[in-house]
């Protein structure tokens, strides 16, 4: 999970958010209404329903082009849930979200540099259970 995260509010302007997210180097933004997680907008979302719409992104808010309803995963969820899910809605982001608390976000690139050490500390739990003890 990257605990490193962007947020803005759904008034924010276009340009306003892709500023900060070059400057944070992060590829996304959490969208907030009222203080609470309502959406995600991705750097292809900018391409996709700004750019490529020939928007004016000073004037186009996030709450006008972000992903909503925001999906997103529990703090304790194992990395494979979390996977599941961005397979199932065709996401490379997900939100790590408890309470309207938002605690990360975990990316493709995420899953991808740690499923080998999920798997290897499974089978080690496994082995663990299955291996016959002897006196």
């Known amino acids: 999970m990257t605990k490193e995260i ?7 302007v276009v340009t306003e958010a892709a500023k900060e997210m070059a ?3 992060l590829g996304f933004v959490i969208v907030l209404e009222k203080c609470r997680p309502v959406g ?3 750097e292809r979302d900018l391409l996709l329903k700004v750019l ?3 928007r004016d992104p000073n004037k186009t808010t996030l709450g ?4 909503t309803p925001l999906l997103s995963v529990d703090p ?7 996977a599941k899910i961005m397979k199932e809605h065709n996401v490379r982001k997900l939100p790590v979200i408890r309470n309207n608390i938002v605690y990360g976000i975990i990316t493709a690139m995420d ?3 740690h499923i ?8 080690k739990e496994l082995a663990r259970y299955t291996i016959p003890f002897r006196f």
Do not use: G, P, W
Request: no cysteine.
């Open 76 to 82: 304790d969820s194992d990395l494979l849930d979390a």
């Open 6 to 12: 962007l947020t803005a509010d759904v008034s924010t």
């Open 40 to 42: 995600l907008v991705t």
């Open 23 to 25: 400057e944070k180097n």
């Open 52 to 54: 490529a719409e020939n």
């Open 64 to 67: 006008e082009v972000m992903s």
């Open 116 to 123: 080998n050490d999920y798997v290897d500390h499974s089978i």
């Open 111 to 113: 899953i991808a540099r």
